[in-house]
């Protein structure tokens, strides 16, 4: 590698467009008739969000923003920025509007990082117009930003780049003489170039960083040619998008409950090992398996729980990566049993009336006596012992008096929720 290249900005800097003509992607959020589009060429701009993974061109579209409308740009990071620096640069935005008659676009990365008191700083400036806020952010904004801040704010959602998409900036960076990689002449073919686009996972910066190695490993082995094992090693492992504690962890959890609930068992084994490869606890995902088979098969298919918690036993017994194949089986398992949210159900609505009537003492019948004074006093007069009886339940109300007449348990027709009998008192004939 020369001197010259060694000084340069990385590839993913250097590639950055600098007009909306060369900006790819984000069509929908960017279309002629889009309020953004609209917003920039009418120079009508107020403040706003800009929500998507990284990678995207969230940074680049709003440097795209401050040069087409004229406006000075000021860079803040919510990393490494407090209520200190945002008042100082409050007052020089108020000092550029006055003496320039120009605005100043204050781009906030991470916008998501500052807390209540931070974001509550920006409120004056946004409100009074000194400043056009322009924040970035990979989190949803209804949960990271207060809400008097976000209801200043327009949300503009970018989404993750296609491999078209990230193909078409792979091959200019490929072939630019002066930005990219063309004085390299490096020969890497497009079905090579796709793959890398594939693994990126619609992250321009993730590709371009790959790219970049790529060439420094040709180069290092004085060659021009790339071939699979080169890409391999410069991609090492695809990384797949993952936050443990953000959206996407949520979105992915949901995804999988959603699949094994549509008896969809491909789409519930590729969300597992979506999250299991990224990194995600493999005993969380096993409580939100014991949980499904309570809350969506139920006594469809009473073997969901042994299941469910056999596998949470087996990850806890081996560890990984040996446990992936238990709750691969549990989520095999759930996707194909009878569903069933009886028991969801009943719970609830006996937990509704357990929070929202009045604290109904427990019937004299169904108390203990243990001592005379109780038996005095009636507790446990008239309780009718089960095993006393022929059919194994008797007559009795266990129910409080206000309540009596309540029905919780509603089992369905699938599965063997079908074959149970007992409503109330009667006991059914099969068991598991």
């Known amino acids: 590698m020369s001197k010259a290249r060694a000084s340069e900005a990385p590839l993913a800097e250097r590639m950055r467009p600098a007009c909306l003509a060369d900006f790819v992607g984000q069509e929908k959020l960017l279309s002629a008739a889009s309020l953004l589009r609209q917003m920039i060429e009418s120079d009508e701009l107020s403040s706003f969000i800009l929500w998507g993974p990284p990678g995207v061109g969230k940074t680049t ?27 100082t640069v409050m007052a020089e935005a108020e000092a550029f509007a006055s003496l320039e008659g120009r605005r100043t676009i204050l781009f906030v990365d991470e916008i998501h990082r500052f807390n209540k008191a931070q974001q509550d700083a920006f409120l004056p400036y946004v409100e009074s117009g000194t400043i056009l806020l322009i924040g970035a952010t990979t989190e949803n904004p209804s949960f990271e930003l207060n809400s008097a801040l976000l209801s200043r704010l327009k949300v503009f959602i970018m989404e993750d780049l296609s491999a078209d998409d990230l193909l078409g900036i792979l091959k200019r960076a490929l072939t630019d003489p002066l930005k990219g990689l063309g004085a390299d002449k490096l020969d890497i073919s497009d079905e090579l170039l796709r793959l890398l686009a594939v693994y990126s996972g619609g992250d321009a910066r993730g590709a371009l960083n790959t790219l970049e190695l790529l060439g420094m490993r040709l180069r290092a082995k004085h060659s021009r040619t ?12 695809a990384i797949l998008k993952y936050d443990k504690s953000g ?45 499904f088979a309570c809350e969506d098969v139920g006594l469809a298919a009473p073997q969901a729980l042994v299941q469910t918690v056999a596998a949470m036993q087996a990850v806890d017994l081996i560890g990984m990566p040996e446990g992936k194949l238990a709750l691969a089986q549990a989520v095999v398992y759930l996707s194909l049993a009878p569903k069933s949210n009886a028991i969801y159900r009943a719970y609830g609505l006996a937990a509704g009336d357990a929070l929202n009537s009045l604290q109904h003492p427990v019937p004299l019948h169904l108390r203990n006596a243990p001592t005379k004074l109780m038996r005095e006093l009636g507790y446990a007069k008239g309780y009718k012992y089960a095993h006393d009886y022929s059919q194994g339940t008797t007559d009795m109300s266990c129910l409080p008096e206000d309540l009596l007449g309540r029905e919780y348990f509603q089992p369905g027709n699938r599965g063997f929720e079908g074959k149970i009998s007992r409503l109330k008192g009667k006991m059914a004939d099969e068991l598991p």
């Open 226 to 237: 790339a071939g699979e094992d080169d890409v391999a090693q410069a991609v090492q492992q």
């Open 61 to 87: 579209l709003a440097r795209i923003i401050a040069r087409s409308t004229n406006s000075k740009w000021i860079s803040f990071s919510a990393v490494t920025s407090g209520i200190k620096e945002i008042k």
């Open 247 to 291: 959206e996407n962890h949520y979105n992915l959890i949901s995804a999988l409950h959603k699949s094994m609930r549509n008896s969809d068992a491909d789409a519930g084994l590729y969300w597992l090992s979506r999250m299991l490869e990224a990194g995600e606890d493999p005993m969380y995902v096993a409580r939100r398996l014991v949980r």
